[in-house]
């Protein structure tokens, strides 16, 4: 009997939270600059989990007697100085851009979020201490604390991975402490304390839904700075090690040939560029399509 | 049916006393009004005895209990309150449904359905309302919900805080009438704060009038009319409201 009322609410509830996903998707095709995100971030993932199909060569296999090719029919972006293709290695690369996005946003919102709520929730010594240690983390330039730390730990793709998580929570933290600042007084938490629901109920049913809009709006907008650090420090030697196709890497590694071999840098670059501006983009869309004074009217 | 009783409640923060002393009984099954103007010190006393706010001196009793011995769980289900504003006291994501079983959720309430769907029929609405949102409802659709969130732990007493204020004067009667028969029904306790006399007049059978954190007076339903007031506060505030509902 009791399992019966939940499983309802379930079913109803599903078909709502896809339905006001079909109008975000929506709301954002409708102006060009959303869309434009949009439609780059769908390639981007079709890229990543068809890279085997799509790729026209091995991005490790070396050919020593083509390097250094300018693009043509069988080299669509040319060669690099191994002979490997350079097309094939941006393709298989944004697998390593979609994992380091994925991966720091699962740590970076969660965590974020955590603390923010909390902070703003129970405010007093709790917010003190939490507010205290963001700023510590925020107070250090992103790329040099990543620096230092991937430096730390030796440079591998995973470092890099933890190194920009520790550096992108805190304005997450921070959003989400305002925002709940915002709710903590409203009345429907009064109530829900006087229904005797815990401070982890309330933070986790009533005030994170509250929040989650904006962090994932902050988070859609963090992602272009993420690739940005990510390509950073590929670029620095300290990410990705060769020869994994990441895009920073190829352009470190293009740098010493760029005056004569333009397209060992420029293809790369414009993958970076392309993908960091969708992010951009879709997150402004995302604020309008999120808006809170808008979503009841759509 | 329980007698609530409050004895010297005051709020002290630093030097400044901000409650200075508040005391007065209800009765069991009686609807007690509190009136003042704004900043008198109404909507405190209520967030005091309910446990909202903790930091204040006094005794609140509710039946032969203080509320500050009481255990959460109990509390919930003795007292529960009633805001001033439908827009603001329901969560605007969450469903009618969510609002009325996480309550029954938190204290672990069998058939959950049945007990939605009572507290729904108690306020008038029809059970489809369950699957409705904060913002596909008017106003006096909300309170509704926002009253049964309120009955459906079965409590005693249920403080009322300007529950009609931000409604339309047609919807306000409509939710009174709904307030008065649930008291006949089920015998509750109401502590109601309001600053609209008439409303005082059609719901309470004693009010006390506060200004500035004090009870300045506490006066029977009868003597609004003849405004019987002793304190030239209470006297004041009266003839005031009634002048008001003359020129009305």
Redesign the interface.
Known sequence: ??T???GT?RR??LPHGLVSLGRIAAFLFRAPPSAFGLVVLALLILMAAFAPLLATHDPYVQDLQSTLQPPSGAHFFGTDELGRDIYSRIVHGSRITLTIIFVVSIVVGPIGLFIGTVAGYYGGRVDTVLMRLTDIFLSFPSLILSLAFVAALGPSLNNAIIAISLTAWPPIARLARAETMTFRS???I????????SSA?IIW??IV??CLPSVLIRLTLNMATVILTAAGLGFLGLGAQPPLPEWGAMIATGRRYMIDSWWLVTFPGVAILLVSLAFNLLGDGLRDALD?KQI?KR | MKPVSVKNLSITLGAAQILPDVSFDVAAGECFGLVGESGSGKSTVL?CA?M?WSIWDGEVRIGDQSVRDMD??E??RT???V???PY????????V??VL???LA??GL????DR?KAALSDVGLPSEFL?RFP?QMSGGQRQRV?IA?ALI?EPDVLFLDEPTSALDVSVQAEILNLLARLRQEKGFTYIMVSHDLAVVDHMCERFAVMQSGRIVEVLDRDDIVANRAKEPYARELIGASLAYEQVV
Not at chain 1, 190 to 197: M, N, P
Not at chain 2, 110 to 113: E, F, I, K, L, P
Request: hydrophobic share 35%; with cysteine; net charge positive.
């Open positions: 009997m009791v019966l009322p939940l609410a109803r509830s409203a009345d429907y009064a109530a829900a304390r006087l229904q005797g629901a109920r049913k009533s839904p509250m809170p009841n | 967030r309910s909202l959460v769980m509390r919930c007292l529960q309150m805001f001033q504003d603001g006291s329901l969560h605007p994501r969450q469903s449904r969510t079983s996480e309550p938190i204290h069998d058939n959950r359905q939605m699957d913002h926002a969130r732990l």
